[in-house]
């Protein structure tokens, strides 16, 4: 079993910053992926972000070119670096951990270990 637990989460005003992280403990894996995902009230569970543990990242078109997903291995601990942040990024931060894979998914059913999520409330 793997847990995995999200913090950095918090109340920011549009244009700040936030790092979130997500922190894995229980067995030890190596070839893997992870990812960010996130869940606004009222709307389905979307992807975010992902890292593949070869160095290869994906993006959602939204989490383009304003936020950075990395993994520090020594700490065993994921990242999500978000920056420009804007009002519609506000949602519970979940990070996922896939260890059956081909490629980064995107899809949640794809993903075999989930964290309890962090929340993220970006302020106009």
């Known amino acids: 079993q793997v847990q995995l637990e999200e913090s950095g989460g918090e109340l920011v005003q549009a244009g700040g910053s936030l790092k979130l992280s997500c922190a894995a403990s229980?067995?030890?894996?190596?070839?893997?992926?992870m990812g960010w995902f996130r869940q606004a009230p009222g709307k389905e569970r979307e992807f975010v972000a992902g890292w593949w543990n070869i160095g290869t990242t994906l993006y959602s078109d939204s989490a383009k070119g304003r936020f950075a997903i990395y993994v520090d291995n020594a700490k065993q601990t994921m990242y999500l670096q978000m920056d420009s942040l804007k009002p519609e990024d506000t949602a519970v931060y979940l990070c996922?951990?896939?260890?059956?894979?081909?490629?980064?998914?995107?899809?949640?059913?794809?993903?075999?270990?989930w964290g309890q999520g962090t929340h993220v409330t970006v302020l106009p």
């Open positions: 229980g067995r030890a894996f190596s070839n893997y992926v």
């Open positions: 996922a951990l896939d260890l059956n894979f081909e490629h980064i998914e995107t899809r949640t059913t794809d993903y075999d270990y």
